[in-house]
């Protein structure tokens, strides 16, 4: 089985507030697009999980997609076991959510190498334990988000071209939003108010701070269209409505830039021959 887990971009990033648990409230509006890691999974019938990537991953107890997989086990003790390989292209720790699109992978993998024994609503509450934006990819559909970023709400935008440069540094989500203060908070909006605020992102200000060449990149795409950074790990992105547009400014990027054209997604191809 092989299953393709789709990248994300943040619209816009609000945080509204610190929960007493120490979490952070946020608004955000999530596209995903079409730069995607490529996961297999071949069943395995001495009930094991075998995991393995090309990007020398972590395999021990922090590795998302082996603790998606013993979750599912925990719930499902009967199902088979799996091997898993990933062919990883999302940039790591780039706020582009590759981590927790990897989990929502395989997550709908044992699903249906097992039967298909939960829904989609079942798949996302077991993925919500591995990782706030889990959900979303579960779901597998762009939307604006509330809460920690669990509750979705689904989105139409319009179809759209992404110039992609990955963050040069890999960055800390728990630490970012650490170093968030009470002054960086932002009032809540509504969802209809989104276009008003696209490209506003609460750590701009401070990935300027802390890595400079994110600023660099961010200014130096702002001369070709409107762009903004995206989550909390500095990758910044352009938007286009036409591909050539974004083909054409990709090629003036520097080539170290690692920088990659991405198109919009309505539907994430995870969400393939699953049961509502």
């Known amino acids: 089985m092989r299953l393709y887990a789709p990248a994300k971009l943040n619209l816009f990033l609000h945080v509204t507030g610190r929960r007493e648990d120490g979490y952070h409230e946020l608004q955000t509006l999530f596209q995903l697009i079409d730069y995607m890691d490529c996961l297999t999974i071949d069943a395995r019938e001495d009930g094991r999980f075998e995991y393995a990537d090309d990007a020398g991953g972590d395999f021990g107890e922090s590795n998302l997609c082996l603790r998606a997989a013993e979750l599912a086990r925990k719930r499902h003790p009967e199902g088979c076991g799996a091997s898993m390989f990933l062919n990883k292209q999302i940039a790591v720790g780039a706020g582009l959510g590759g981590g927790s699109s990897d989990a929502a992978a395989v ?3 044992l699903n249906r190498l097992w039967g298909q ?6 798949l996302a509450a077991m993925g919500l334990e591995l990782g706030a934006d889990v959900p979303l990819f579960v779901h597998g559909r762009t939307a604006w988000a509330e809460g920690v970023g669990e509750k979705l ?7 759209g071209f992404a110039l992609v440069l990955p963050t040069p540094s890999e960055v800390s989500t728990a630490e970012a939003y650490r170093s968030l203060q009470l002054t960086q908070w932002s009032a809540p909006i509504k969802m209809g108010e989104v276009d008003a605020y696209w490209g506003s992102n609460v750590f701009e200000e401070l990935l300027r701070s802390r890595l400079p060449e994110v600023g660099i990149r961010l200014d130096w795409l702002r001369r070709y269209a409107p762009a903004a950074m995206t989550g909390s790990g500095g990758s910044v992105f352009a938007w286009f409505d036409d591909r050539g547009e974004a083909e054409s400014v990709l090629a003036l990027c520097p080539l170290e830039w690692n920088g990659r054209v991405a198109a919009s997604l309505a539907r994430s191809p ?3 021959q699953e049961r509502a």
Do not use: F, K, Q, S
């Open 107 to 109: 997550l709908h993998g």
């Open 270 to 272: 995870l969400l393939a």
């Open 117 to 122: 024994p939960w829904n989609i609503e079942e």
């Open 153 to 159: 709400t689904p989105a139409d935008r319009p179809e």
